[in-house]
């Protein structure tokens, strides 16, 4: 039992750097790469092009938070979110110029982000930790700034406070998984028959047996049937039920994917599309009633529709100034949210999802709607209310067990 420390880990296993004279091959450290980045980074010289990723995420894999349930990795991409945010809205509450930059600056940023994320097809929790912290940042300034001076009622607190706990509970269940393609029986036989020998097709035609007459086994012919209906997919090679398609950042087939969206880091699929649609309602008519109460406290003389563009005096005390900055970035969330619920509204009022369209786009076998809003397939849909009946009355599959990242942040 004394020698079990001293014998050489599985092959499968990653070993360091004392471990490596013992089996070269199997060596995966990348203590070396480490060391040379910070010899030249101490030194002052620049850095290898192809080593700064690989490094970076070894030093990110490093960085990791004791807790009772055992050490959690840092998500680096929660961090400008939660310290950036605040940063930038308090400074750009110092003058209505800095407010000007940084609100307009603010969105081109996070698009910008939004683009090289996108690209390399990787999860990120920025997007999420940026949404769940600017709720809490709002209700948490809410509460400090606008509540003391006495201009909102209890009713309306308790109205402000059930909007965003209701919220909060919406993305939860949203959050539990947008029903992914569960792997079926003929799915396990197909693969495992795949790798049998087939017959030889001249043997078969020296006995005098015609091939064309043989019996299909009952598994190839519901493998085919399935096939037949949705498809197979060639990353997860299950067989797919119609509308369904595979998420190459959540690594996945889901059933009715409409999209992959970043604010929930989560796919929206037929198992929480209806909770993403109530998140949204839920989060807009929040959002707009806190904004409605915040400019009334901070420009009362104005009315609601101008007080957002012209509030005289606003900037001569920084607490009218902070509300007045974080009313604007609230509003600008909204505006972005508004009009993804409304393009949500409408392609389920056509039967489409989102997915379904870009397809469509890419084929040209689809026809533009309303403005060019939404791309009608004319394959699902049934008229405006078969299509509204048949989205609400969609059943919720059972989901893929805890192996998917469904994580909530």
């Known amino acids: 039992m004394k ?25 995966f450290c990348d203590c070396d790469d ?50 950036l945010l605040p940063m930038l809205l308090r400074l750009a509450a110092l003058h209505f110029l800095l407010g000007l930059v940084i609100l307009t600056a603010l969105p081109g940023l996070v698009l ?38 006495g201009d909102v009622s209890h009713l309306q607190l308790v109205t402000v406070t059930t909007g965003v706990v209701l919220t909060l509970i919406s993305l939860v269940r949203t959050k539990r998984g947008p029903g992914f393609v569960q792997p079926s029986l003929a799915d396990t036989h197909s693969t495992s028959t795949n790798h049998c020998q087939l017959p030889d097709k001249d043997s078969a035609s020296q006995k005098g047996v015609d091939q064309s007459v043989l019996p299909a086994r009952p598994v190839e012919q519901q493998t085919q049937s399935l096939t037949a209906k949705g498809g197979r997919c060639p990353l997860c090679k299950v067989v797919r039920p119609p509308r369904a398609g595979h998420c190459r950042i959540c690594g996945g087939c889901v059933q009715r994917l409409d999209h992959h969206c970043i604010w929930i880091n989560s796919c929206v699929g037929q198992a929480n599309h209806r909770s993403f649609l109530l998140t949204l309602l839920l989060f807009l008519l929040t959002s707009l009633h806190g904004v409605s109460l915040v400019l009334r406290s901070v420009c009362p003389q ?11 005096g606003v900037y001569s005390q920084y607490s009218s100034a902070l509300c007045f900055t974080c ?8 505006a972005g949210l508004l009009n993804l619920l409304v393009l949500q509204l409408i392609n389920i009022s ?23 809003l939404v791309v009608d ?4 849909s049934r008229g405006f209310c078969q299509n509204w009946a048949e989205f609400l009355a969609m059943r919720e599959p059972v989901d893929r067990p805890s192996s998917v990242h469904t994580d909530l942040v």
Request: charged residues 25%.
């Open 350 to 372: 056509y039967n489409v999802t989102e997915r379904e369209a870009q397809l469509a786009l890419r084929r040209k076998n689809g026809q533009s709607r309303p403005c060019g």
């Open 3 to 27: 020698w079990e420390k001293f014998k050489p880990p599985e092959p499968d296993d990653a070993m360091c750097c004392f471990e490596c004279d013992l089996d070269p091959h199997g060596c």
């Open 327 to 334: 009313a604007w970035y609230s509003s600008i969330v909204t």
């Open 112 to 149: 910008w982000y939004y683009y090289a994320t996108h690209r390399k097809k990787g999860r990120t929790l920025f997007f999420l930790s940026l949404a769940l912290f600017s709720l809490a940042y709002m209700y948490f300034l809410f509460i400090t700034e606008i509540l003391p001076r």
């Open 302 to 312: 104005q009315n609601l529709l101008t007080a957002l563009f012209y509030c005289p």
């Open 377 to 380: 397939t004319g394959v699902y």
């Open 34 to 83: 480490l060391d040379e980045a910070c010899s030249r980074w101490l030194k002052g010289e620049p850095q290898k092009p192809d080593c700064v990723l690989p490094v970076f995420g070894a030093v990110m894999d490093r960085l990791r938070l004791r807790l009772l349930s055992g050490d959690r990795r840092v998500e680096i991409s929660m961090v400008p979110a939660l310290v």
